[in-house]
């Protein structure tokens, strides 16, 4: 892939925050997902909200919206959106790993997509979670972090696993 095919480079390899000036403001949405791996006792932790720092999965609900909201302050080409919406959600698992899900739901009118902002939202939920039990469990692992859905702009619909046009 050359440097000229990747949008955040000009003609001449340097590097510049895309102009969306000429694009329509459509509805734009992503989702995004990822987990973090820990041992059965942290998730039980989380479950019955014993841990010492508090409810972690709302603390983490909370750190997923504002990270969302704070995409363009941490990813240095990012255009800063105005979000219409943002749903961060969690899902547990105890069969095989124990792990919780996340999952990542943004949502804005504009020229420009939120894949970004759906992705920042479920990495900084994870850390938060890390944060939060890493005293009874350090070996926790994040995984999976990706972009299961978009829809709007002139690209079109991605959903994860289906064929894409190109183009």
């Not at 019955?48 to 990270?67: N, P, Y």
């Not at 547990?92 to 949502?107: K, R, Y």
């Not at 990495?123 to 972009?147: E, F, N, P, S, W």
Request: a neutral charge; hydrophobic letters at 45%; aromatic letters at 2%.
């Amino acid at each position: 892939m050359s440097s000229s095919s990747l949008t955040h480079f000009d003609a001449q390899g340097q590097a510049h925050m895309v102009d969306v000036a000429g694009k329509p403001a459509t509805r734009r949405v992503a989702v995004a997902t990822g987990c973090i791996e820990m041992q059965a006792a942290t998730l039980a932790i989380i479950e019955s909200g014993g841990a010492k720092k508090g409810d972690v999965l709302g603390v983490a609900r909370i750190a997923g919206i504002q990270a969302a909201k704070k995409t363009s302050d941490l990813i240095p080409l990012c255009h800063p959106l105005a979000l219409t919406r943002v749903a961060v959600d969690f899902a547990m698992a105890e069969g095989g790993t124990p792990q919780v899900a996340c999952t990542a739901t943004v949502e804005t009118v504009g020229p420009t997509g939120v894949e970004m902002e759906a992705l920042t939202a479920v990495q900084v939920a994870l850390l938060t979670i890390y944060d939060m039990c890493k005293a009874v469990d350090r070996g926790m692992t994040i995984t999976g972090v990706h972009v299961v859905e978009k829809h709007g702009g002139k690209s079109g619909s991605y959903i994860a696993g289906q064929p894409q046009s190109a183009g």
